[in-house]
C-alpha cells in the first residue's frame, strides 16, 4: 500500500531533550516536506526537500534540522526542543506529475514538550 | 513572498444549502492551487487541483487570475461535507508550498 508513515505518532518530551521524528514514503516520491499544524494558524512548512541531499527552510525553520540522505527517508530533528515546539508534526511527500504537485500526508505526530 | 489567505476559520452552513469556501493568494508568477481537506481524525487529503479542472464530491474550484482567488464551492451541502479545508499553493520553481490557515466546515442536518 503506496504510503507515508511517521513514528512516533505521540511523543511527550522535556524541554532540551533531542528528539527525531522519523518519516519515509514507499512511493518513490522526490519531495518532501515537514509542516506543523497549530490551532488558527494552519499548516506551515518547517523544511522541504527536493530530492536526495538538497533541502531548503520553509516558513518556520528555527530550532529544526532535517536530513535526506535517501529518498525514501526524511526525519525531522529537534535538538533541544523548547515548549513553543508543541504542535502537531506532519510530514508529506509527493512527485510532481502533469496534475501539479499532489502532496501525500502522513497521520501527523503529535508532540508535546514540557 | 507567496501567501495563501482564507478569509473564514469557520463557517457554518444547512444540509442542501450551497457553500463556498474563499481562498485568496498573492504570488508574483503562475501559481498551482489545491484544496485539502481534512476529516475528523484523518490525515490531509487532496480534494482539488486547479490544473486538472476536476469536481470531486460535488465540489469544483475555479482559478481567477484577476481577482487572485480559488474559491472552493458545492451546490449543495451534505453532512459528511463536515471537516476543515485548507487552499495551498505550490511554487514549483522554488519548491516551497504554503497553505491557508484552513477553514472548518460544520454542515448543519
Known amino acids: 500500500e503506496a504510503q507515508v508513515t511517521q513514528n512516533p505518532r505521540y511523543l511527550i518530551t522535556v524541554t532540551g531533550k533531542k528528539l527525531t521524528v522519523t518519516c519515509s514514503q514507499n512511493?518513490?516520491?522526490?519531495?518532501m516536506s515537514w509542516y506543523r499544524q497549530d490551532p488558527g494558524l494552519g499548516l506551515r512548512q518547517i523544511y522541504y526537500?527536493?530530492?536526495?541531499?538538497?533541502?531548503d527552510k520553509g516558513d518556520v525553520p528555527e530550532g529544526y534540522k532535517v536530513s535526506r540522505k535517501e529518498k525514501r527517508n526524511f526525519p525531522l530533528i529537534l535538538e533541544s526542543p523548547s515548549p513553543n515546539q508543541t504542535s502537531l508534526y506532519f510530514c508529506?511527500?509527493?512527485?510532481?506529475?502533469?496534475?501539479?504537485?499532489?502532496?501525500?500526508f502522513g497521520p501527523g505526530t503529535r508532540l508535546t514538550v514540557t | 513572498a507567496q501567501r495563501v489567505t482564507q478569509p473564514e476559520k469557520l463557517l457554518s452552513v444547512f444540509k442542501g444549502a450551497p457553500v463556498e469556501l474563499k481562498c485568496n493568494y498573492s504570488?508574483?508568477?503562475?501559481?498551482?492551487l489545491f484544496w485539502y481537506v481534512q476529516y475528523s481524525r484523518q490525515r490531509l487529503q487532496l480534494l482539488l487541483r486547479?490544473?486538472s479542472r476536476e469536481s470531486i464530491k460535488g465540489f469544483t474550484a475555479d482559478l481567477n487570475k484577476g481577482e487572485t482567488s480559488f474559491h472552493l464551492k458545492k451546490p449543495f451541502a451534505q453532512e459528511e461535507d463536515s471537516a476543515m479545508y485548507y487552499c495551498?499553493?505550490?511554487?514549483?520553481?522554488?519548491?516551497?508550498?504554503?497553505f491557508g490557515d484552513g477553514t472548518t466546515l460544520t454542515v448543519k442536518p
Open positions: 508529506a511527500s509527493s512527485q510532481y506529475g502533469t496534475g501539479g504537485l499532489e502532496q501525500y
Open positions: 512511493m518513490n516520491h522526490e519531495y
Open positions: 526537500s527536493m530530492n536526495v541531499e538538497v533541502t
Open positions: 504570488y508574483s508568477g503562475s501559481p498551482e
Open positions: 486547479h490544473i
Open positions: 495551498a499553493l505550490y511554487n514549483r520553481y522554488a519548491g516551497k508550498s504554503t
